[in-house]
């Protein structure tokens, strides 16, 4: 893990590459700004984007919160079992312990921000503890 650098950043999306994190399946993130690339010691910044039919597995964090904001598309994110569609605009807050999952059901790519703080329990985009 980086440390922090006390550094401002200017750098644009394009700079960053997309990954598939594991346990998630035609979703992509580029990751803006987390401990390794910025030394951020509390947040971790990325966009996503879901090919349709693109999802990540269902999980928990234990102590993680997350935001997710949708730019783009459509989809079904679901929280402890309670389905929503999703579209822009919408705002997803989801606080620690909350069993979550998105799905592109749509029929264009599902663009969206997340953050997430503390950092400690993602890694690539997936909860590193148990019960992930």
Do not use: C
């Not at 693109?54 to 997350?66: F, P």
């Not at 069993?99 to 059901?105: C, E, I, Q």
Request: glycine share 8%; charged share 20%; net charge negative.
């Amino acid at each position: 893990m980086a440390q922090s650098t006390r550094e401002a950043l200017v750098f644009r999306a394009e700079e960053r590459l997309w990954i598939e994190p594991p346990q998630h399946y035609g979703a992509y993130s580029k990751l803006l700004i987390n401990a390794d690339n910025a030394g951020s010691q509390h947040l971790d910044v990325r966009i996503s984007s879901y090919q349709p039919k693109g999802a990540s597995d269902e999980h928990v964090h234990e102590r993680a919160e997350q935001v997710y904001y949708i730019l783009r598309g459509r989809g079904l994110m679901v929280l402890d079992g309670e389905r929503a569609v999703v579209e822009p605009n919408t705002t997803i807050f989801i606080p620690p312990g909350v069993r979550h999952a998105l799905y592109n059901t749509g029929f264009e790519d599902l663009l969206f921000m997340v953050v997430t703080s503390p950092i400690g329990e993602v890694s690539l985009g997936v909860a590193n503890e148990a019960g992930a």
